[in-house]
């Protein structure tokens, strides 16, 4: 059964994919220079499903990625996360 449900809409039309409580899902969308990425991932400890938002260095892929923000379905608020912040829960 899908736990996560990524979309989008382009050029070519409008796709989704699907990702399990084990797989997770990973969706990106890059500019030449820039880009982000959202990590879908479900922590079986919680019980709760977790979102870490990267900065990416894009097509091109100058940059290495770099966690901005995560959160989890149980919490109303984002979490920024500063250059030398680590992220408090494992990204997987």
Known sequence: M???RG???GQRGDASRLGSKQSGLR???NGWDAGVSVNCVHNA???RDEFHVYRTGGSNGRQSDRLIAYFTDA???VHPV???EACPVEVK
Request: proline letters at 0%; hydrophobic letters at 40%; glycine letters at 6%.
């Open 75 to 77: 919490s109303e608020d």
């Open 2 to 4: 899908a736990q996560f």
């Open 45 to 47: 400890e919680t019980g």
């Open 82 to 84: 500063k250059r030398a």
């Open 7 to 9: 979309t989008i809409a």
């Open 27 to 29: 969706v990106t969308a």
